[in-house]
């Protein structure tokens, strides 16, 4: 995983990871229009809260991983 952040102050604005492809994460709320930038999938929704409604346009995954529906084991980050 390799977050980077802003050099200024600290905050955190994209995450990559190899396990992912080309895929980068943005940090939606640093945006100045943050409804500009809509989701294309969410991850760890077995763990969203009860009242988080999900979009019903984008793909989901019930565990961190995005090549699988497998939950991690004990000490597994995915």
Request: aromatic share 10%; net charge negative.
């Amino acid at each position: 995983m390799i977050r980077e952040f802003c050099g200024k102050c600290g905050t955190p604005l994209f995450l990559n990871s190899s396990r992912w492809g080309d895929i980068t994460m943005l940090v939606t709320t640093t945006l100045d229009d943050p409804e500009a930038v809509p989701p294309s999938f969410e991850v760890w929704t077995r763990r969203r809260l009860s009242w988080a409604a999900s979009p019903p346009h984008i793909d989901s995954y019930p565990f961190g991983s995005l090549d699988g529906d497998d939950e991690p084991q004990a000490g597994e980050l995915s």
